[in-house]
């Protein structure tokens, strides 16, 4: 039973993968179940054992994809010290560089945020994306009320939206490393942490 379980996740996860690289490539719209199949090295069939519809796979792809992220960006920064300060710049460096390493399938993820957009997926994709956003600017408060308590960050620093722009610089730096491959993202997002955690910090006066 165990054995039959992990074939199951594995084909299954090898499905996720392949219609990530088709609606990334694709788009949404243009990407046929067919290709997917054929991606995944699967009958189309098999996809609908695991998905009732495109759209079913699309919203599954995406939970995926969020999921993977989230794990990837948060694991090495919660394992690393320090103060909140230096926890801050731990967690923004996880959370860029991981989606750096994605850089080839963020295209999938401007069809995310279309799909939010489009009136017969609005609400479902609208809260999917809500919450990932929500995890990210949760961290980030915490450790920016942390550091207020501490005397690390600034007592007059307004933590959520603070947090709030920090998620949405995340967003437009990606986007421009997507949009341009000659923009050196990962040496600009480490300036710019710094800065912002720099401007965060309290003056021995304050």
């Known amino acids: 039973m165990r054995k039959r379980e992990a074939n199951k996740e594995k084909k299954q996860t090898a499905i996720l ?12 719209a243009a990407a046929k179940i067919i290709d997917i199949a054929r991606a995944a090295e699967v009958g ?6 695991y998905y009732r519809s495109k759209e079913d796979l699309f919203f599954a792809v995406f939970e995926w994809y969020a999921a993977q992220l989230a794990k990837d960006s948060t694991v090495d920064a919660a ?3 320090g103060d909140p300060a230096q926890r801050m710049k ?7 560089t991981a989606f750096h390493k994605q850089i080839d399938t963020f295209s999938v993820f401007l069809e995310f945020w279309a799909a939010a957009g ?8 609208r809260s999917a994306l809500l919450s990932m956003y929500d995890t ?3 961290l980030i408060v915490d450790l920016l009320e942390e550091g207020k308590r501490s005397g690390v960050f600034r007592r007059d620093v307004d933590s959520v939206s603070t947090a709030a722009g920090l998620v949405g610089a995340l967003d437009g730096m990606m986007l421009q490393a997507w949009m ?8 600009a997002s480490d300036h710019f942490f710094d ?3 720099t401007g965060l910090r309290r003056k021995p006066t304050d």
Not at 17 to 28: E, H, I, N, R, W
Request: proline residues 2%.
């Open 17 to 28: 993968a392949a219609a990530l690289g088709v609606f990334g490539g694709k788009g949404y």
């Open 44 to 49: 189309k069939g098999t996809i609908y054992e």
């Open 180 to 187: 341009d491959r000659d923009f050196d993202a990962l040496s």
């Open 136 to 138: 990210f600017r949760i």
């Open 118 to 125: 489009n009136p017969d997926m609005r609400d479902r994709y």
């Open 195 to 197: 800065t912002i955690i």
């Open 79 to 81: 394992c690393l010290g």
């Open 90 to 96: 731990n967690l923004l460096s996880s959370v860029f």
